[in-house]
């Protein structure tokens, strides 16, 4: 019976203390973006959306994992960044053509965010680029 519930509090342990890693191929996307508040709207409340709302739909809209970068200190009180990690970079390429516009895919994913979307818009805008890296 000690076997048993060693066994069984060891399997909890092992399951629970899962971590993920980058890997070999991943393709990861830097965005940084400059955010103008619509004047009621804090920082913080901006943030606070786009890490509990914004970023898990988009994650599940682009089958990718998105992180909000918050800001600490230096340059940058004004803006928010985001960490985007696709399998590969065929997955990313998926939901855009090569000219850059969105694929068919990526038009449905942009879709599947319109309301997200148009409530993040009610407290901000923001503007800025990406720089996309693959793990070697």
Known sequence: MKKILFLAAFAFVSLTSYSQALQKGNLIGL????????GKTTMKQYVDF??????????????????????????GADKISFIFVF?????????YNSDGSSSSLGKASN?????IN????????????YTDWSVQ
């Open 50 to 75: 786009v890490t509990n709302k914004w970023a898990p739909a988009m994650s599940s809209a682009a089958n990718c994992e998105v992180h909000v970068l918050k800001y600490l200190r230096g340059d």
């Open 31 to 38: 965005h940084t973006t400059t955010v103008k508040l619509n």
């Open 87 to 95: 399998k590969t970079e065929a997955d990313r390429n998926k939901y």
């Open 118 to 129: 148009d409530d993040l818009n009610k407290l901000g805008d923001m503007t800025g680029g």
């Open 111 to 115: 879709a599947k965010m319109k309301s």
